[in-house]
């Protein structure tokens, strides 16, 4: 295992170097010329939190989010990917054969899942409803608009947003997975949610796909930074409720990523994406440092007990120390994993409370709980709320990233 020792100094050094603008972990391919940024786009109306998808008008100047070019299979007589033929610009290497797809699951697990619980209780629900019409709350619609807008706002480059956390099984993926759904619903851009822990993680199945074939390690060979979106999407795993996604495995224990890998593929992608999300590994993973290092956001999942909540305080000083500007653009998910919680969020805040640094409570809700599939309408009114601002102060972090 490494040295702690030995990651902090690999992390100043990425992340020096990308906060001075200097050398970044270099890719495999250098990247592309200076290019002219797409322009910043015009959000359409805020939608309150539970709005149904906003119809959006397609920007000229931008692919269409739901209907690029439709996911094609790439042509399995190409150029083998490790022997790469020599390229034109814009023209993607594609492997002798496609990957076999694999299912994400085994489907009778999925059936044994039963279907989808909600989020809050029959009786919470009618409680908050009845509420709801005994006194309209404008001050929450308000503040839902407000929030729904901040997701919206225009970016001019894609903007990279990493999820780590200390431990595993902190809720990284599933706060991905809520960040994935939340930017392919309320943005007018391609959203991807960007799986960079190989460890057999669980982005693809909390994101509802059904199988995947090409991984991030696949594309490593493959793409460059010329590649047009209509031959990316066409590796990519098009998500029935909005999005993308790009796993790290086909569900099979293998090699794990390589943080130089991770960094030319999502450098190669992001100028596609209004929003990538990315699912890291946890700390002191290699990918989850380099993550750290190259994200215009990072948002750092505590597991609301004691413990989690003291390693992620380490985490936080260690972070702020060697890299000041770092609570810019860091944002801190308090995450209930257990129904059985009990420690006092008031403290916990209080504890990871950083000047600059928000905290944003996840409560345990039941359909997050449950596994499998992530379904927005099936979240508990407090998860679907405390998304949206997660969604909304990480995307405004990145956006002031330079
Ligand atoms: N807010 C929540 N409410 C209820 N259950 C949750 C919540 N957040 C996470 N969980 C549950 O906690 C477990 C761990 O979550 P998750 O897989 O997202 O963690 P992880 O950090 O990605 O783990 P790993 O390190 O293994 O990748 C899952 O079973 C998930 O359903
Ligand atoms: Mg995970």
Redesign the pocket.
Same mark, same amino acid.
């Given at each position: 295992m490494t040295a702690p020792s030995d990651w902090q100094r690999d992390l100043i050094r990425e992340v020096g170097a990308a906060e001075a603008g200097g050398e970044r972990p270099r890719p495999a391919t250098p990247p592309a010329p200076a290019r002219t940024p797409a322009p910043a786009r015009t959000p359409g109306p805020a939608q309150p939190a539970a709005a149904p998808v906003p119809a959006r008008s397609p920007d000229p100047a931008q692919p269409a989010p739901r209907s690029p070019a439709p996911p094609r299979t790439p042509d399995p007589a190409a150029t083998p990917g490790r022997d790469l033929a020599p390229r034109s610009s814009g023209e993607v290497q594609r492997p002798a054969s496609a990957p076999e797809a694999a299912p994400v699951a085994d489907p009778r697990l999925l059936l044994a899942l039963g279907s989808p619980r909600h989020?809050d209780p029959l009786a919470r629900r009618a409680g908050a409803g009845l509420r709801r019409l005994a006194a309209p709350a404008a001050k929450e619609a308000g503040d839902a608009a407000r929030l729904a807008e901040a997701v919206q706002q225009p970016v001019t480059t894609g903007r990279v947003l990493a999820v780590t956390?200390l431990?595993?099984?902190?809720?990284?993926?599933?706060?991905?997975?809520l960040l994935t759904r939340t930017y392919a619903h309320y943005r007018h851009d391609p959203v991807l949610g960007l799986e960079a822990?190989a460890?057999l993680? /669980?982005?693809p199945l909390?994101l509802g796909a059904r199988t995947v074939r090409w991984t991030v390690g696949d594309l490593a060979d493959v793409l460059t930074p010329e590649t047009r979106l209509t031959d990316v999407t066409g590796y990519l795993v098009q998500l029935e409720e909005g999005g993308w996604l790009l796993p790290a495995s086909r569900g099979q224990v293998g090699n794990p990523l390589a943080g130089r890998t991770y960094y030319t593929v999502a450098l190669a992608l992001r100028r596609h994406f209004g929003v990538t999300v990315v699912?890291c590994?946890?700390l002191p993973g290699q990918v989850a440092r380099t993550a750290l290092g190259t994200a215009h956001a990072r948002v750092l999942?505590a597991p609301a007990t004691a413990e989690g909540v003291h390693g992620t305080r380490q985490v936080l000083d260690w972070l702020l120390g060697l890299l000041p500007a770092a609570r810019e653009n860091t944002v801190v998910v308090l995450?209930? /994993?257990?129904?059985d919680a009990t420690l006092d969020p008031a403290t916990a805040r209080a504890h990871l409370g950083e000047p600059g640094v928000p905290v944003v409570l996840?409560?345990?809700?039941?359909?997050?709980?449950?596994?499998g599939p992530v379904h927005t309408d099936h979240l508990g009114e407090a998860?679907r709320g405390t998304a949206l601002r997660l969604a909304a102060e990480a995307l405004g972090r990145a956006v002031r990233t330079r």
């Open positions: 989020g956390s431990r595993g099984g902190a809720g990284k993926s599933t706060v991905a997975a822990d460890a993680g /669980t982005l909390r699912d590994d946890s999942v995450n209930a /994993t257990s129904p996840l409560p345990y809700d039941r359909h997050l709980g449950q596994g998860a």
